[in-house]
């Protein structure tokens, strides 16, 4: 998978997910990558792995959950002020530390309704 992205904050950090839903809840998650935009707010990820065939797996229940959607996050919940004003948006769990920002922009936005092929 390669994502580049335009128009974003400059230097700021964001996580890349790989989800069931394409929206809230999101349902099992995937942690794939991060980057950082430059001074012009672009920034790209190359990931190297088998993404068409994600899936998470609950090895206690037997349940398979496709993994079907890109959802990208604020890395650090600061940085989203730039959208929700001083104070931010919601802290949210989808990064390393557990406390991100708010949701950047997910594959709902370009397959309404439909998993990435």
């Known amino acids: 998978m390669e994502l580049k992205a335009d ?3 400059p ?3 964001f ?3 790989l ?3 394409a929206e809230i809840p999101f349902g099992a998650s995937e942690y794939v990558a991060e ?3 430059n001074g012009a707010g672009r920034g790209s990820v190359r990931v ?3 993404i068409e065939e994600a899936f998470a797996f609950d090895g206690n229940t037997g349940v398979r ?3 079907n959607h890109v959802v990208v996050w604020f890395a650090d919940q600061k940085d989203d002020d730039v959208c929700f ?3 931010g948006g919601p802290v949210t769990p989808f990064d390393g530390d557990g406390e991100a920002g708010a949701t950047v922009l997910s594959s709902k936005n370009f397959l309404p309704n439909a998993p990435l092929p």
Do not use: A, I, R
Request: glycine share 12%; no cysteine.
């Open 19 to 21: 989800t069931e839903l």
């Open 7 to 9: 128009g974003l904050p």
């Open 11 to 13: 230097y700021t950090s």
């Open 48 to 50: 190297n792995t088998v």
């Open 65 to 67: 959950k496709e993994l």
């Open 35 to 37: 980057f950082t935009t």
């Open 85 to 87: 004003g001083h104070g």
């Open 15 to 17: 996580t890349v997910f």
